[in-house]
């Protein structure tokens, strides 16, 4: 998202509609930014030091120590581009988010793509602004999350309820031998379905199962392949339809 674009964008709905007026802070909303461009933290610092209700506690580019920086700021709220977001390690925000009861992550200029915003509310996020986002949605995102509230675009919200209704049929999906004998799959290649299963990314399996995410992306190709599937999805489908136990 470049900085002479701030306020060109579409607003993004929020999945809650109350409005912040409802209630008066005590104190300003600390704000720790992890943004990969110099040029938009210098923009983003300027808009919310603009307003009373913020306070800039950490404006840094990621690197080694951004997660000991981000700890030590105390901040109620860590907003991070898409860059910098995509550069965190898996545990970072699980981690960050246990040091302080109430403190809140919030993504923006994401890209509008289902598993990314799902690895990010996996790991905690509370808000998932889209890079057509304005600087009014982004202020207005930032009360939100203060408040307790989650904020992300209606479609991908949609996307949500999707995965946390197919979870329910399939993420506890239990493969017996006798199935992985028919199926001709591997003990390490039910792992995998269980995990696909749940819709975890290469990256998150990679890190549950210890493995690089190219052997990862190598097995959910030779699953895809034994299973005739055309997608991860469809191979998750071909075992459920296979499995008993999930139909009824």
Same mark, same amino acid.
């Given at each position: 998202?470049?900085?002479?674009?701030?306020?060109?964008?579409?607003?993004?709905?929020?999945?809650?509609?109350?409005?912040?007026?409802?209630?008066?802070? #005590?104190?300003?909303?600390?704000?720790?930014?992890? $943004?990969?461009?110099?040029?938009?933290?210098? /923009?983003?610092? &300027?808009?919310?030091?603009?307003?009373?209700?913020?306070?800039?506690? !950490?404006?840094?580019?990621?690197? +080694?120590?951004?997660?000991?920086? +981000? +700890?030590?700021?105390?901040?109620?709220?860590?907003?991070?581009?898409?860059?910098?977001?995509?550069?965190?390690?898996?545990?970072?925000?699980?981690?960050?988010?246990?040091? /302080?009861? !109430?403190?809140?992550?919030?993504?923006?200029?994401?890209?509008?793509?289902?598993?990314?915003?799902?690895?990010? /509310?996996?790991?905690?996020?509370?808000?998932?602004?889209? !890079?057509?986002?304005?600087?009014?949605?982004?202020?207005? &995102?930032?009360?939100?999350?203060?408040? !307790?509230?989650?904020?992300?675009?209606?479609?991908?919200?949609?996307?949500?309820?999707?995965? /946390?209704?197919? #979870?329910?049929?399939?993420?506890?999906? $239990?493969?017996?031998?006798?199935?992985?004998?028919?199926?001709?799959?591997?003990?390490?290649?039910?792992?995998?379905?269980?995990?696909?299963?749940?819709?975890?990314?290469?990256?998150?399996?990679?890190?549950?199962?210890?493995?690089?995410?190219?052997?990862?992306?190598?097995?959910?190709?030779? $699953?895809?392949?034994?299973?005739?599937?055309?997608?991860?999805?469809? +191979?998750?489908?071909?075992?459920?339809?296979?499995?008993?136990?999930?139909?009824?």
């Amino acid at each position: 998202m470049a900085p002479e674009d701030l306020d060109h964008f579409s607003t993004v709905h929020p999945l809650s509609m109350k409005t912040s007026r409802d209630t008066h802070a #005590t104190r300003a909303t600390r704000l720790f930014l992890v $943004i990969e461009n110099r040029m938009l933290r210098e /923009v983003m610092s &300027a808009i919310f030091q603009k307003r009373s209700e913020f306070s800039i506690v !950490g404006s840094i580019r990621y690197g +080694a120590d951004a997660y000991q920086q +981000a +700890a030590a700021s105390q901040c109620d709220i860590l907003l991070a581009d898409q860059a910098s977001a995509s550069a965190f390690p898996n545990n970072f925000i699980p981690d960050l988010l246990r040091l /302080v009861d !109430g403190r809140r992550v919030l993504f923006f200029g994401m890209e509008n793509d289902s598993e990314a915003f799902l690895q990010a /509310v996996r790991s905690g996020v509370s808000g998932y602004l889209l !890079g057509e986002a304005s600087a009014e949605d982004m202020i207005a &995102a930032v009360r939100r999350v203060a408040l !307790g509230e989650a904020v992300c675009p209606p479609g991908l919200c949609h996307d949500l309820f999707q995965f /946390v209704a197919r #979870t329910s049929r399939e993420g506890s999906m $239990i493969l017996n031998q006798s199935l992985c004998r028919k199926l001709g799959l591997t003990a390490r290649q039910q792992q995998l379905v269980a995990l696909l299963a749940r819709g975890f990314t290469n990256k998150e399996i990679a890190g549950s199962l210890h493995l690089s995410e190219f052997t990862v992306k190598n097995h959910v190709h030779r $699953i895809m392949r034994q299973l005739n599937a055309e997608s991860r999805h469809a +191979a998750v489908q071909t075992v459920c339809e296979q499995n008993p136990a999930l139909t009824q």
